[in-house]
């Protein structure tokens, strides 16, 4: 695609406009459910620290801050409207820097991937891609309302997951690993749906097909609350089947106390959904922590 931009030309962009690029702020939440992941599988296994680590640096900074570059690359011309005052429509990451360092990430998170085994180094190939088909044409998933967030979901606490599973256990995860994961990361769509209330006005002039554009702000909070609320319950259901009912009552506390912060998100989607993003989210991620912990030594992992 053609630029339309007019870029201050530089030779070379600023480390530190690189490092806005990478956007660090919001490589926590894969770094946590790689963290995750490893506690899931380390009952029975022995922690190989070197690969935890790396295992970290691929997560966050390398496919995360990956992704923000591609996404950021992919969305200059709405940027040069909604937000002028970012890296590439600025001209602080000049010409076409942006994608050049949305290459190099990809090309560095597949060696690094490759050191992480053969289901780490696929979970990586799946990220990648993911992270492409979301921002990018001919695909970008982002349009839509459905698998725009659920994308996201799955590669900000599934897939992180399942690697931190996978490095712990030098191969693939147990089953119950890999439910937990995933019913998690569908309940990431909810969140990630909150998180669209913010562009909700940009989303309308540029036709991205959020849940709040579509549904509108109400019946988006309350689909992005029963998306939330219904995994964590088929997850109390499998932790109480599997002999874990101290782990299935802290979630279901953990739970209600999302409720009650649900009740004050649905008075006003719009206005609270930044709000919910800093209380009911982190009682969502607490839940995993406790699911992980008392997956940790079933089947072996």
């Known amino acids: ?33 790689f963290a995750i992941g490893c506690v899931s599988a380390s009952g029975t296994a022995e922690v190989q620290w070197p690969l935890v680590l790396l295992g970290i640096l691929l997560a966050g900074p390398i496919v995360c801050g990956m992704s923000q570059a591609a996404n950021d690359w992919c969305d ?41 085994g053969p289901w780490g180094f696929g979970a990586t ?32 606490e599934g897939l992180p997951w399942f690697t931190g599973a996978a490095v712990i256990s030098a191969g693939a995860p147990s089953v119950p690993v890999v439910i937990v994961a995933l019913l998690y990361s569908i309940g ?15 989303d309308k002039h540029m036709g991205v097909n959020s849940l709040p554009v579509t549904l509108g702000p109400r019946r988006a909070g309350q689909v992005a609350c029963l998306v939330m609320a ?24 953990l ?23 800093g209380t009911g989210v982190a009682l969502y991620v607490a839940g ?6 008392a997956i940790r030594t079933l089947g072996g992992a």
Not at 76 to 94: F, K, L
């Open 1 to 33: 695609m053609a630029d339309t931009i007019s870029i201050p030309q530089a030779a070379y962009p600023k480390p530190l406009a690189v490092l806005r690029l990478l956007k660090p702020v919001t490589w926590f939440p894969p770094i946590f459910a």
């Open 76 to 116: 200059r011309h709405v940027d040069a409207i909604n937000e002028p005052n970012r890296g590439i429509p600025s001209g602080r990451i000049p010409g076409r820097w942006g994608l050049w360092i949305a290459w190099a990430m990809t090309g560095l998170a597949l060696l690094v991937g490759w050191q992480l």
């Open 125 to 156: 190939l799946v990220g990648i891609a993911a992270a492409w088909a979301y921002s990018a044409e001919p695909v970008r998933l982002k349009r839509s309302g459905i698998w725009g967030p659920g994308l996201v979901g799955l590669c900000y």
């Open 188 to 202: 990431a769509h909810g969140i990630m749906t909150l998180n669209d209330f913010k562009a909700l006005k940009g």
């Open 230 to 253: 219904l995994p964590q319950v088929a997850v109390i259901a499998l932790l109480l089947g599997w002999d874990r009912p101290l782990h299935a009552a802290g979630i279901t506390v």
């Open 255 to 277: 739970l209600g106390l999302q409720g009650l912060a649900m009740r004050r998100l649905l008075r006003d989607p719009k206005t609270f959904a930044p709000w919910y993003n």
């Open 288 to 293: 995993m922590l406790v699911a992980a912990l």
